[in-house]
């Protein structure tokens, strides 16, 4: 019998049933299509030496370059703010209000300090270091001042008038007994690991339980810890999610040493709000916008969810408008709460929980327009948009997709139910954990991606991926909490987060409790390296069913001769085998079937009503990119 050709349309197709997505492609892990052919992703590895991991798990990445031409990203995690130079991390959290009057108490031989002071207010897990550190002579401590102001420590265990922390080294002395003195510098808080409910006296329905009595049901919902960054010409402007913004000069002397803070000299934000869903700097006119902000500067309390303050132009610290400067107000009124924000081609795009607005800068007297562009399109979360390719792209509020080119439009999708509905045995998104939900871009590729965590869990587990310029989707299992293009560096990186990770980084006494976030180069090789480890990327696609005159008769299938475009290593192809749709597929018999770059043919025997093909790898320094697979099908009877 002659040949034939197995032909099938890029992308992935899980609307359809296996046997009603004839001639295309069902499902997968780890592949994307290139000029309509499937191929297995890039690899990734590792960044930084002593493969150094951060606290916490990363929920903002922006890269930029400063004016002297170094290369930063700035990545801000649910435990403070770092920075990625040089192929290594350095700490540049914002320090809380700091707390005096502190004093040590040691055991000798023993590397367990308490610190003592009356009603410290912090709790187990926060991050402190020391200033103003004086302690006592004459033997009595080993320690020496730079042992604590030189230091960040976890804090292990707190009463309310003590916490304790773990030296690097033992007490050389005979001991401290509430003795020296010093000031405890907090870390900023920055917000929860996971997006969680909030439980308490108020929360829930009125009227539910009794006066004074904490709730056991909570519709409150505790956003995690979320960063805005972004850059004014060379210096960062990192905002916590509902809370200070800070700068951080990479121009200034020294700077990989200094914390960013809301005094940075020429750079001070002293007078912005303190409560604001997230920031961003309008790059085109240069103004700092607040969104979601305080209607009265300095007072929490205010803080509208719709409302949005800017700064007078070239000037991060000036909000109160004037007739002589450009900084002003308004507020939008489609929605409940602005949800993200985005720097376009020359306007920004804002998206709250229910539509669509684009602010231009027109200059004096009214500085900025403002007009809704889209209803019924609202934006599922804080990092959940991109702008890619003079397009901007998000996930919706309530499900689907949607595009912004001068006009809002939905965008189709051929795995929009896998991705929205729990259906079965599919688990679709956690509409509970949307402000975990990351978009990211790959510009290498035309593709972007939005990483979510699917139903049951609080963690990122999924990407859904939108090739733009083949208008194909596909699905997998990489897990990424942000991702930036290659635009700064010549790679994507991404951040991956474990929960039960104990991250590597010089904190005294660190433990697993908020887990640790590693850093990637993406798009680098064809495995993972990671630890110093290289693992196979195990990839795979998997067709929908074809079968001969609408499945009226049974195929046979003798042979099939591979075809792949390139191919390093070992493919596996496996034929499954199936009499009717709603049966359990098997594999031919003497399949799964190696196949290599020198393999001509393969001889088989098998026979169904239905045939399906499954293109894989499993071992490392495999990759492959599929061509067309044909078969020697010969019809075989009707039962």
Known sequence: MPLKKLQFAPGFNKQATASGAEGQWIDGDNVRFRTGLPEKIGGWKQLTVAQKELPGVARAQHAFTSLAGEKYTAIGTSQGLFLYYGEDFYDISPLATAISGATFTSVQNQNTVTVNKASHGLAVGRYVTFSSVS????????????????KTYEVLTVATNSFTIQMSVNEGGTGMTAAGSATIDPYEIVGPT???TGYGWGTYLWGDSTWGTARTISEVTLDPGIWSLDNFGEVLVATIHNGKTFTW???????RTIRASTSTTNFATTNNPTASIMTLVSDRDRHLF?????????????????FIRFSNQEDLNTYEP??????GTFRLDAGSEIRAAVN???YTLVLTDRAAYVIQFVGPPFTFSVRQVGTGCGCIGQNAVVFADGVTYWMGDAGGFFVYDGTVKSLPCLVEDFVFTTDGDNLGINFGSNQTIAAGYNSLYDEVMWFYPKFGSTQIDRVVTYNYAEGVWTTGSLARTTYVDAYVFDNPYATEYAVTGTPNFPIQGITNRFGATTYYSHEDGTDQVADGTTTAIQAFITSGDL???????????????????YQTGNSKVTLFINDYPNNTKSSSPLG??????????VDTRARGRLIAVKIENEAAGETWRYGTLRIDAQPDGRR
Do not use: W
Request: charged share 20%; proline share 5%.
């Open 135 to 150: 302690l006592p002579g004459g033997g009595v401590t080993g320690y020496a001042t730079t042992d604590f102001t030189e």
């Open 194 to 196: 996971f997006q969680t």
């Open 249 to 255: 000069n990479a121009g200034a002397v020294g700077a």
């Open 290 to 306: 607040h969104l979601g902000t305080e209607t009265t500067i300095g007072n929490a309390n205010t803080q509208d969810p719709m």
């Open 322 to 327: 004037t007739a002589t400067n450009t900084a």
């Open 344 to 346: 376009a081609k020359d």
């Open 547 to 565: 079968d001969i005159d609408d499945g009226q008769i049974f195929s046979s299938i003798r042979r099939f001769v591979p075809d792949f475009k």
């Open 592 to 601: 799964p079937f190696t196949v290599t770059s020198t393999t001509d043919k």
